[in-house]
């Protein structure tokens, strides 16, 4: 079971704009508009639209129906054992040819107890290109508060009381359960998540969206604002959310490590056997696996690692994306 470079898969008609930074991280140089996403090694589809989302490998199988049918050979028998055949990770890069709506994603219980989700959507960002990203509240809001930002749409003032943080490459922001968040215009990122697709959001006006139909994830605005921390975090809390200036190794803070690994590889590292995905930042990277031999990839390239490919050794410049320990 070889490593597997895969080509872009961005859902089209998104309702934010972008996609010129991924064509330009890929070395193509046409894109569609509104295509600021690609799913990578994704066994997840589009809220609602399944099966737009999901990867396709070479053979044509849908990544998800591949897992599935072998399991050990994707994920190996510890994941197995812990997870079964959920491969527990989406990445994607991310192109904010627009500043993004104010959203937060819901936590687990949440999204088990009202959604019939396996997962909630805990996320992180590392910083491919610098600008402005908004995270987490500066003062609490008492639920009216936060309904009244909903129905009036007075995002001005909400954004006026969230913290503004500059990001520069090689920053890692991990984005809580709950916590209230937007990537500012220009914003260029790699994003690891558990593998869901679930926004609350609290903003729409400006973008091709429907808020009072789908902003809600269909349970109702009551209901799904009880999902969203509206208590303050402090400026010290939220910089321990971020790791600046990541150069190698471990790009994550300690809260991150129950829903997903990410790794900033420059030089030579090694890794044990198991599924994740490998970003080429700048080529060329080399990835050699005990079981497969080497693979040689151009900067921009996304490539799936199975379990069964063997223990990894990466050369170069490049981000490993990998489920949680079991």
Request: proline fraction near 7%; charge should be negative.
């Amino acid at each position: 079971m070889k490593p597997q470079q895969l080509p872009a898969n961005q859902p089209p008609a998104r309702f934010y704009e972008g996609g010129e930074q991924i064509a330009q991280f890929r070395g193509v140089t046409e894109f569609e508009p509104h295509t600021p996403e690609d799913w990578v090694g994704s066994t997840t589809s589009v809220r609602n639209q399944a099966p737009t989302g999901m990867s396709t490998l070479a053979d044509g199988r849908y990544l998800a129906d591949a897992i599935t049918e072998d399991p050990l050979t994707w994920l190996g028998p510890e994941h197995h054992a812990r997870y079964g055949d959920d491969a527990m990770l989406l990445v994607k890069l991310l192109d904010a040819g627009q500043r993004l709506p104010v959203h937060a994603h819901p936590d687990g219980e949440f999204a088990a107890s009202h959604l019939a989700a396996l997962h909630g959507k805990a996320e992180a960002w590392f910083i491919l290109t610098p600008g402005t990203v908004y995270l987490s509240l500066t003062r609490d809001l008492s639920p009216s508060e936060l309904h009244a930002y909903v129905e009036t749409q007075d995002i001005s003032q909400l954004l006026g009381a969230m913290h503004e943080i500059q990001v520069a490459p090689g920053d890692c922001v991990f984005v809580p359960h709950g916590v209230l968040h937007a990537i500012g215009k220009g914003v260029f990122l790699a994003e690891v998540q558990e593998p869901e697709d679930l926004s609350i959001l609290l903003e729409w006006e400006g973008f091709e969206l429907d808020g009072p139909k789908d902003g809600h994830l269909g349970v109702g605005f009551d209901v799904a604002l009880t999902a969203v921390e509206a208590t303050a975090r402090s400026s010290e809390d939220v910089e321990a959310l971020i790791r600046r200036g990541v150069t190698s190794g471990n790009a994550l803070c300690d809260e991150a490590a129950p829903y997903f690994r990410l790794d900033r590889v420059s030089g030579e590292e090694s890794f044990a056997a198991g599924f994740g995905i490998l970003i080429a930042l700048d080529g060329p990277v080399t990835l050699t696996t005990s079981g497969e031999g080497r693979l040689d990839l151009p900067g921009g390239s996304t490539t799936l690692i199975p379990y069964a490919a063997g223990d990894i050794q990466v050369s170069g410049q490049a981000l490993l994306a990998r489920p949680p320990l079991p």
